[in-house]
């Protein structure tokens, strides 16, 4: 059974966020899903300089959602006709981080679908103290888009730690795959193996250290993939090297369209995220779309 049932797609009108709602659209039809869409107006009193009585800012606030309200409107309607999906539009007026966040919270979402670039990009709104708030969406996996959405995905890519999360991690990008390759990727070098090399401790084989560690990470892929339904179809790959690096470079090499990672593993939080982990290092790298997977109670 799908676990992606309502889907909030976040749209500011530029055209990455209109690829991002195309991406939602199209992932909404393969899973019959609910499609949200929404759209954050900014209130007059977070611009800075303004003296205007209350009355006047709420009037011109609540005057220009619903002009926004029309907008979203006309666009929720082209994507129902298009994507044959149920659509639901809302505006709300307040911070673009908590909005998005209450609403998602308020309909269920499974799925957040954002772009990129743009005036409210997630990706510029995890820069700096607005990170901090954004923890509200930690339950619900998070979609940044970057490639255009006229056709489905072609090759999705893994990465997994063979943390708790790597499960999760699995499921849903086969859940999105539909027909789509899934390869799931382990990368074996960490820092105890760039230690080993920096120290050239005497008696210590590294490429025996890493075929040991390639065996035994055979053995978790087995038995991981085997936990998830479908997983057997995956494919399998093991690279040397640092997480973020080797990820980064297989999405290139092999035209990965989409990579799914674990927020929460063994590299830790969302505080390391941000500070240079590999989800933060891949994200921000990257040239495909990017879901980020927070760890959840199974339903």
């Known amino acids: 059974m799908a676990s992606i049932r309502r ?17 939602a659209a199209r992932i909404a039809w393969h899973l019959r899903a609910e499609l949200h ?15 205007l009585d209350a009355e006047v800012l709420v009037s011109h606030d609540e005057t220009l959602r619903r002009a926004e309200q029309a907008r979203i409107d006309a666009v929720a309607g082209e ?9 639901r539009p809302a505006t709300r007026i307040g911070r673009v ?3 998005i966040a209450a609403h998602a919270e308020e309909i269920s979402a499974d799925l957040v679908v954002a ?6 990009s997630l990706l510029d709104l995890v820069v700096g103290s607005t990170a901090s708030r954004l923890l509200r969406l930690a339950a619900c996996p998070v979609l940044i888009v970057r490639k255009p959405a006229e056709e489905p995905y072609r090759k999705i890519l893994a990465a997994v730690d063979f943390s708790p999360i790597s499960r999760e991690v699995v499921r849903h990008a086969l859940e999105l795959a539909g027909g789509a390759r899934v390869d799931v990727l382990h990368v074996l070098g960490t820092e105890a ?9 005497a008696g210590v084989d590294v490429v025996d250290w890493l075929d040991r560690r390639r065996t035994e990470a055979a053995r978790q ?6 936990s998830v339904e479908g997983g057997a179809a995956a494919g399998r790959r093991f690279l040397p090297g640092l997480a973020s690096a080797a990820i980064c470079e297989d999405i290139e090499e092999n035209h990965v369209d989409l990579v799914v990672l674990g927020r929460h593993g063994y590299g830790g939080g969302l505080q390391d995220w941000m500070l240079g982990s590999v989800s933060k290092d891949v994200a921000f790298s ?3 779309d990017v879901l980020l997977i927070n760890p959840r109670q199974p339903a």
């Not at 892929?221 to 085997?226: C, E, G, I, K, R």
């Open 115 to 120: 772009g990129a670039r743009g005036e409210n």
């Open 37 to 51: 869409l929404l759209h954050v107006v900014r209130p007059l009193d977070l611009y800075p300089g303004l003296s």
């Open 286 to 288: 990257t040239a495909s």
């Open 79 to 87: 994507l129902a006709q298009t994507f044959e999906v149920e659509v």
């Open 97 to 99: 981080h908590g909005e």
């Open 193 to 201: 193996e760039r230690q080993l090399r920096r120290a050239k401790l």
């Open 7 to 23: 889907i909030l797609a976040c749209t500011d009108f530029s055209p990455a966020s209109e690829r991002a709602v195309h991406r």
């Open 221 to 226: 892929m087995d038995t991981l993939l085997a």
